[in-house]
C-alpha cells in the first residue's frame, strides 16, 4: 500500500535562509508526488506535482522539489523564506488509473523567524 | 464558479444529531474527494466520486458516514448520530483527472458538543 512519510513536524527558520522539507513515499512504481500548502483556516494549495521526466521540478512561489527514485524521495526545497511562506506543508503521493485518490503525508509546520 | 465551495464554513452540532455538508466543486472536474483533517493529523481519505462510476467509498470510518453526488455535480457528506470524535474539518477537493492535483475548499469545521 502507498504511504507518505514526512518526518519533521515542526521546523522553524530564518527569513531569508534556505529550506528543505522532507518526504519520503512508499510506493512499488513510480508514483505521482505532489506537495501542497495549506495556509491557516485555508483550503490545501497546489504547490508543484511529478509525474515523470525531469526529476527537478519548479512550482510556484519561489518551490521547486526533486524527486530521487533510489531515496523513495520527494523533498522540497526554497532558496530564501519569506515570512509569508509559514504554513503547513503536505507531501501526498498517487497510484494514478483506477485508483484515484491520494495518500497525504502529516504535515510539516514551518515557522518563520524574523 | 471559479473555486471549490464548501457550505457551511463552520457548523456547532448536539452530539447525536445528523449533519450534512455541501461541496460545490469547479465545473466540469469529473473527479470529487472528501477528506477529513484532525487536529494534528494529515487528511484522511473519506470517499471519492469520478464521473458516473461507482464511488470508492474505502475511507468511510463507519456506516454513519455517506455521501452522494448528485448529477455529477454538487456532492453533500452526511454524518448521522454525531459522535465527538468527528469534530473535524472536512475538505471536499475536486479534479480533471488525479495527474492534475486537486483544487481544495476551504472546509467545513464540524464541532460536535
Known amino acids: 500500500a502507498q504511504s507518505v512519510t514526512q518526518p519533521d513536524i515542526h521546523i522553524t527558520v530564518s527569513e531569508g535562509a534556505s529550506l528543505e522539507l522532507r518526504c519520503n513515499y512508499s510506493?512499488?512504481?513510480?508514483?505521482?508526488l505532489f506537495w501542497y500548502v495549506q495556509s491557516p483556516g485555508q483550503g490545501l494549495q497546489l504547490l508543484l506535482k511529478?509525474?515523470?521526466?525531469?526529476?527537478l521540478v519548479q512550482g510556484i512561489k519561489g518551490f521547486e522539489a526533486e524527486f530521487k527514485r533510489s531515496q523513495s524521495s520527494f523533498n522540497l526545497r526554497k532558496p530564501s523564506v519569506h515570512w509569508s511562506d509559514a504554513a503547513e506543508y503536505f507531501c501526498?503521493?498517487?497510484?494514478?488509473?483506477?485508483?484515484?485518490?491520494?495518500?497525504f503525508g502529516k504535515g510539516t509546520k514551518l515557522s518563520v523567524k524574523p | 464558479g471559479a473555486g471549490v465551495s464548501q457550505s457551511p464554513s463552520n457548523k456547532v452540532t448536539e452530539k447525536g444529531k445528523d449533519v450534512e455538508l455541501r461541496c460545490d466543486p469547479i465545473?466540469?472536474?469529473?473527479?470529487l474527494y472528501w477528506y477529513r483533517q484532525s487536529l494534528g493529523q494529515g487528511l484522511e481519505f473519506l470517499i471519492y466520486?469520478?464521473?458516473?462510476?461507482?464511488?470508492?467509498k474505502s475511507g468511510l470510518p463507519s456506516d454513519r458516514f455517506s455521501a452522494e453526488r448528485t448529477g455529477g455535480s454538487v456532492s453533500t457528506l452526511t454524518i448521522q448520530r454525531t459522535q465527538q470524535e468527528d469534530s473535524a474539518v472536512y475538505l471536499c477537493?475536486?479534479?480533471?483527472?488525479?495527474?492534475?492535483?486537486?483544487?481544495f475548499g476551504s472546509g467545513t469545521r464540524l464541532t460536535v458538543v
Open positions: 477537493a475536486s479534479s480533471l483527472s488525479e495527474s492534475y492535483g486537486y483544487t
Open positions: 510506493y512499488g512504481a513510480t508514483p505521482y
Open positions: 511529478y509525474f515523470s521526466g525531469d526529476t
Open positions: 501526498a503521493v498517487g497510484a494514478g488509473g483506477s485508483q484515484g485518490n491520494l495518500i
Open positions: 465545473s466540469g472536474h469529473t473527479a
Open positions: 466520486f469520478q464521473g458516473n462510476s461507482a464511488p470508492d
